[in-house]
């Protein structure tokens, strides 16, 4: 496979997929640091958002090495902005635990959105002659696969976020639930 076919017209959504999995790792990064302090000591919690910023990062990653071995370059139009570029990190409340998760939850979200709209995109048809003709079932297949990937962990942390709300619903207990969830992500 190569530049040729639709690759190019799909460029730009593959490129934003890559700099938002970069960026979404980084986020990871500073949740897992918040539970690895002086005062906060949730190894558990730690390890967890240490372990999904690594998988972004990978994703980050192999998508790269895909646009490198379809022929896109990394260059200039590597520098396209985050299509969530308005949110900053300053921006996301990871002040608990409760928090995290849910954040996690939406930037998954938002990253399974962001894959959506290059594979309906990589399926779009047009004018075989156009620059800008984006009809391309290899790229198609990988964005599919991303999907799925996404939805699985989404699903998996869904399950965490839900757990753990039920787990601290009582003021008495919430200290001992969190103690035994944190355990739970550590094992």
Known sequence: TSVHGGFLGNSNNLHRIIVDDFTDS?????????????????????KYFM???DSMWARGKSMMEYVLKRGGKMGKGFQIPPLNAGNALADLDYSNEMKSLAVSVDLLK????????????????????????SFDPATAHVLEELSE????EIRETSEKLNTLG???K??????MALHLFDQMLLA
């Open 110 to 133: 938002a990253r399974a959105e962001d894959s959506l709209v290059a594979y309906m995109h990589a399926y779009r048809k047009g004018d075989m002659r156009s620059e800008n003709q």
């Open 51 to 53: 372990d999904k910023s």
């Open 26 to 46: 980084i986020s990871y990064l500073l949740m897992a640091s918040t539970f690895n302090t002086d005062k906060k000591n949730h190894m558990g919690f730690h």
């Open 149 to 152: 990937s996404y939805s699985a």
């Open 170 to 175: 009582k003021d008495n207990s919430r200290n």
């Open 166 to 168: 039920r787990m601290v």
